[in-house]
């Protein structure tokens, strides 16, 4: 089964810098990635997505970059904002090699605080 | 824009009560989950449910859950005798196919057993 990590429970920016959060990921049979938001008493909020034929899929100021070589894949926020401020989970099919019926594992989430 | 809709969104229970929590999910939606997520923990899977049966559930998900569509559009989690490790945030997703990536998620149902 995949799992996906988090390592990092916390990063800090200023306003108008970059956000970089990253994941890792054990097993290289994968269709997608997802990168989700969630704000406090909220749902996760889908973000973006990327494919295992990309490495790399952008929309607006979120880019997520995927490195299959390292089993590795980061989002890029540009320019960081307030309202960005939140946890952000990556998430992955469960089960190798496919989509299934969709179950997803999810990272540990990273908390963004983006100052102004 | 579609939502997934979560009632109630919090609910207290005393140990070894029956709680159900409720979820509307995207009306063209084929794929239905439960997730949940304990304080300070990742969002873990519970169960899957496609064609009205279960197609997947998570080690978690033992005889003291199951999942329920009633109708064409609730899809409810019961949780027949509550523990005190039950307590966590639920979250009901639900997505249109198998080849789109759209998983939308609910709020959720803070579920806290005393």
């Known amino acids: 089964d995949q799992q996906v990590k988090q390592n990092s429970p916390s ?62 894949l980061s989002l890029h926020i540009v320019p960081s904002q307030p309202g960005d401020s939140a946890v952000y989970f990556c998430a992955g099919p469960a089960n190798a090699g496919g989509t299934s019926y969709g179950k997803l594992t999810f990272g540990q989430g990273t908390i963004l605080t983006v100052h102004p | 824009e579609p939502e997934v809709t979560q009632t109630p969104s919090h609910q207290v229970t005393q140990m070894g009560q029956e709680v159900i929590l409720r979820c509307v999910p995207i009306s063209n939606h084929l794929y239905f989950y439960w997730y949940r997520q304990i304080l300070g923990q990742k969002v873990e899977f519970l169960v899957s449910f496609y064609n009205n049966e279960i197609s997947e559930k998570s080690e978690i998900f033992d005889d003291q859950f199951s999942v329920e569509r009633p109708d064409g559009s609730n899809f409810t989690l019961k949780i027949r005798s509550t ?18 990536y759209g998983y939308t998620f609910g709020s959720g149902t803070r579920l806290t057993v005393v």
């Open chain 2, 83 to 100: 523990k005190l490790e039950d307590s966590a945030m639920y979250f009901c997703a639900s997505r249109p196919t198998t080849g789109d």
């Open chain 1, 11 to 72: 990063l800090s920016v200023q306003e108008g810098r970059i956000s970089i959060l990253n994941c890792d990921y054990t097993n290289s049979m994968f269709d997608y990635f997802l990168w989700y938001k969630k704000y406090p008493a909220e749902g996760p909020t889908f973000l973006i997505s990327i494919s295992s034929i990309k490495d790399k899929n952008e929309d607006g100021r979120f880019t997520v970059f995927l490195n299959k070589s390292a089993k590795h």
